[in-house]
């Protein structure tokens, strides 16, 4: 089915909230938060907003002392990971209003809205820590990477060729592989990178840099929670949509985005960090593939991996109480970075 862009101005727009339907709907893009038909959305919302912080507020002055003190392994292995993490926030911000206009829940926009906002501070984060950490010609070099390592151009183009067909061709299973190529990228395209920095972190080293990466994935969990959300109300309401045919090509952008990250993660720690061999990196994505997958109801791709090999990386991730699971709400709280107070949800 081929989708219309939502209309800015819409006179004849339906303020019925069971009406409302996450694509396809006639809406008014008036948002009134007290007139909803997903609640779940305006909880995330303000759960998005409570989260708010500052990446200045971080100290990196150590961690520019430390930087210079890594072994070359583990210096190229966190500019890579920097350079990384750039181009994929920065396509985030660039990406998500493609999908919101696409959308037509106010509630669910606000979120995007959000998250757009969330993705350009961590940008900012990263040209933070690049500016306090590293000399300006390693700079340079970082903000290029992703143009010249031949495991970092694959990855991401992976990613961008999905949303560009998207762009190209909005028709809803494109929507549903755009929605898929989010979800894989917040849920499974970041962890080697977030886990090599809580191993630094486990030794002493790069300390603020952790706390920028704390915060930072506390933010992709609820970017995670918001598109199992969307992938959800989609497929409740236009079940036609996920045939047998989409589902495996689904599954299969998991399998090709696992043998990426595991690819990756082996290329950038090559069993030289302390607590993450190869045969922990791949059983650690796998591990979280299936965790992914389980939570928009598709079959595993890895039933024979069921323990979690690296539950220190939760423990030393964990803020205080972080939210792992929005939609089942196993934790309630959540922090206001302004001030460290932790409000319930």
């Given at each position: 089915m081929e989708l219309t862009k939502k209309k800015?101005?819409?006179?004849?727009?339906?303020?019925?909230?069971?009406?409302?339907?996450?694509?396809?709907?006639?809406?008014?893009?008036?948002?009134?938060l007290n007139n909803v038909k997903y609640e779940w959305a305006t909880k995330m919302y303000r759960t998005m907003m409570n989260n708010f912080w500052i990446p200045e507020e971080i100290s990196l002055a150590q961690d520019a002392k430390d930087y210079k003190n890594l072994s070359n392994e583990e210096r190229q292995s966190y500019d890579k990971i920097i350079?990384?993490?750039?181009f994929l926030d920065s396509l985030q911000t660039?990406?998500?209003?493609?999908?919101?206009e696409y959308i037509t829940a106010p509630e669910v926009n606000l979120c995007l809205t959000v998250q757009t906002f969330q993705e350009a501070v961590h940008s900012q984060s990263y040209s933070y820590i690049l500016d306090s950490v590293c000399p300006a010609e390693v700079?340079?070099?970082?903000?290029?990477?992703?143009r010249e390592d031949?495991?970092?151009?694959?990855?991401?183009r992976f990613i961008t060729d999905l949303y560009e067909q998207f762009i190209a061709e909005p028709t809803d299973r494109n929507l549903l592989k755009t929605i898929m190529a989010n979800y894989i990228l917040e849920g499974i395209y970041f962890y080697s990178g977030f886990s090599f920095f809580y191993a630094l972190g486990r030794q002493g080293k790069m300390l603020g840099t952790v706390s920028e990466i704390k915060y930072i994935q506390r933010d992709e969990l609820t970017h995670l929670a918001l598109f199992q959300g969307i992938f959800r109300e989609i497929h409740r309401e236009n079940p036609e949509i996920l045939d047998l045919a989409l589902i495996e090509e689904l599954r299969d952008m998991?399998?090709?985005?696992?043998?990426?990250?595991?690819?990756?993660?082996?290329?950038?720690?090559?069993?030289?960090?302390?607590?993450?061999?190869?045969e922990i990196v791949e059983n650690y994505i796998q591990f979280l593939s299936n965790e992914r997958l389980r939570k928009i109801n598709l079959a595993i791709l890895y039933p024979?991996?069921?323990?979690?090999?690296?539950?220190?990386?939760?423990?030393f991730s964990n803020m205080n109480g972080m939210k792992t699971d929005f939609f089942e709400q196993k934790v309630t709280n959540?922090?206001?970075?302004?001030?460290?107070?932790?409000?319930?949800?």
């Amino acid at each position: 089915m081929e989708l219309t862009k939502k209309k800015l101005f819409n006179e004849r727009g339906d303020r019925d909230w069971g009406k409302r339907r996450m694509i396809g709907g006639n809406t008014t893009n008036l948002i009134e938060l007290n007139n909803v038909k997903y609640e779940w959305a305006t909880k995330m919302y303000r759960t998005m907003m409570n989260n708010f912080w500052i990446p200045e507020e971080i100290s990196l002055a150590q961690d520019a002392k430390d930087y210079k003190n890594l072994s070359n392994e583990e210096r190229q292995s966190y500019d890579k990971i920097i350079s990384f993490l750039i181009f994929l926030d920065s396509l985030q911000t660039a990406n998500l209003p493609n999908i919101n206009e696409y959308i037509t829940a106010p509630e669910v926009n606000l979120c995007l809205t959000v998250q757009t906002f969330q993705e350009a501070v961590h940008s900012q984060s990263y040209s933070y820590i690049l500016d306090s950490v590293c000399p300006a010609e390693v700079r340079d070099r970082i903000y290029n990477e992703w143009r010249e390592d031949e495991h970092l151009l694959k990855r991401n183009r992976f990613i961008t060729d999905l949303y560009e067909q998207f762009i190209a061709e909005p028709t809803d299973r494109n929507l549903l592989k755009t929605i898929m190529a989010n979800y894989i990228l917040e849920g499974i395209y970041f962890y080697s990178g977030f886990s090599f920095f809580y191993a630094l972190g486990r030794q002493g080293k790069m300390l603020g840099t952790v706390s920028e990466i704390k915060y930072i994935q506390r933010d992709e969990l609820t970017h995670l929670a918001l598109f199992q959300g969307i992938f959800r109300e989609i497929h409740r309401e236009n079940p036609e949509i996920l045939d047998l045919a989409l589902i495996e090509e689904l599954r299969d952008m998991m399998r090709t985005a696992v043998e990426h990250e595991i690819s990756w993660g082996q290329y950038i720690t090559a069993n030289r960090i302390p607590g993450l061999t190869n045969e922990i990196v791949e059983n650690y994505i796998q591990f979280l593939s299936n965790e992914r997958l389980r939570k928009i109801n598709l079959a595993i791709l890895y039933p024979d991996v069921v323990e979690h090999p690296l539950k220190w990386v939760e423990s030393f991730s964990n803020m205080n109480g972080m939210k792992t699971d929005f939609f089942e709400q196993k934790v309630t709280n959540y922090s206001k970075s302004t001030n460290l107070n932790w409000d319930e949800l």
